[in-house]
C-alpha cells in the first residue's frame, strides 16, 4: 500500500481558495503519473486533474479547468492542487492516487490501485 496521505482540505466561502497535498513515505511520487480525484456522497469518485509522470502535461476536468492547479514539488515528494474561485459544488472529498492511462476515462486516466487514502474534505459554502 502506498499510504497517501492528503491535507489541506477545510470550509471556505465561494470564490475563496484552498491548496490541496499529498505525500507518502512509502515511494517516490514522480515515479508515477498522478491525479486527484473527488467524491461525494451517493456518487461515484470523478478524476478532476491529472499530471504526466514527467510533470510536463496537465490535464483538468471541464468543472475544474481555469479554477485549479496541479503541480508537484519531487524534493519535497509532494503533490498539490491550488484550487481558486471556489464554488459550492466542489464540496467533497478530495483524494490523490497514481494513475494510469486508460481509454475508457473521461480524461484518459485512471487509479492505478484501489488504495486511498483518508482524503481531504472540503466545503465550500455561498
Known amino acids: 500500500q502506498m499510504q497517501l496521505m492528503e491535507s489541506g482540505g477545510g470550509s471556505v466561502q465561494e470564490g475563496g481558495s484552498l491548496r490541496l497535498s499529498c505525500t507518502t513515505s512509502?515511494?517516490?511520487?514522480?515515479?508515477?503519473?498522478l491525479g486527484w480525484f473527488r467524491q461525494v456522497p451517493g456518487k461515484e469518485r470523478e478524476g478532476i486533474s491529472f499530471?504526466?509522470?514527467?510533470?510536463?502535461?496537465?490535464y483538468y476536468a471541464d468543472s475544474v479547468k481555469g479554477r485549479f492547479t496541479i503541480s508537484r514539488d519531487s524534493a519535497k515528494n509532494m503533490l498539490y492542487l491550488q484550487m481558486d474561485n471556489l464554488k459550492t459544488e466542489d464540496t467533497a472529498m478530495y483524494y490523490c492516487?497514481?494513475?494510469?492511462?486508460?481509454?475508457?476515462?473521461?480524461?484518459?486516466?485512471?487509479?492505478?490501485?484501489?488504495?486511498w487514502g483518508q482524503g481531504t474534505q472540503v466545503t465550500v459554502s455561498s
Open positions: 512509502r515511494t517516490q511520487l514522480d515515479d508515477f503519473a
Open positions: 499530471l504526466s509522470r514527467s510533470g510536463r502535461n496537465t
Open positions: 492516487a497514481p494513475v494510469g492511462s486508460d481509454p475508457n476515462a473521461e480524461l484518459g486516466f485512471s487509479a492505478l490501485f484501489n488504495d
